[in-house]
């Protein structure tokens, strides 16, 4: 079990860039793989990006090559560095943990779950 928290989020013009930090803890922080997933207004929240407790990542293909996600064990976070934003990238970003061995992508993969942090790009 961890807790989580969303930072970074705000508003942008497309073709920016926003940089989202997610600072967890718990005691088995480090054996867990970390997510974001985001939720537009009307929508289903839908998977962004993942990486593995050792590092692997892998992403939606709405946004591989324009986000690059990335985790500090040491410091007990995960990133999600998003460039090139339009705006269908507007949403409410959450970041969630499963303890699953696999690469998971599925909102039921994970049990832990942030609050979130809004992403506005304007066009």
């Known amino acids: 079990q961890v807790q989580l928290v969303e930072s970074g989020g705000g508003l942008v013009q497309a073709g920016g860039s926003l940089r989202l930090s997610c600072a967890a803890s718990?005691?088995?922080?480090?054996?867990?793989?970390m997510g974001w997933f985001r939720q537009a207004p009307g929508k289903e929240r839908e998977f962004v990006a993942v990486?593995?407790?050792?590092?692997?990542?892998y992403y939606a293909d709405s946004v591989k090559g324009r986000f690059t996600i990335s985790r500090d064990n040491i410091k007990n976070t995960v990133i999600l560095q998003m460039n090139s934003l339009k705006p269908e990238d507007t949403a409410v970003y959450y970041c969630?943990?499963?303890?699953?061995?696999?690469?998971?992508?599925?909102?039921?993969?994970?049990?832990?779950w942030g609050q979130g942090t809004q992403v506005t790009v304007s066009s």
């Open positions: 718990g005691r088995t922080f480090s054996s867990y793989a």
């Open positions: 969630a943990a499963s303890p699953r061995a696999f690469i998971p992508t599925l909102r039921s993969d994970f049990g832990s």
């Open positions: 990486i593995s407790w050792n590092g692997l990542p």
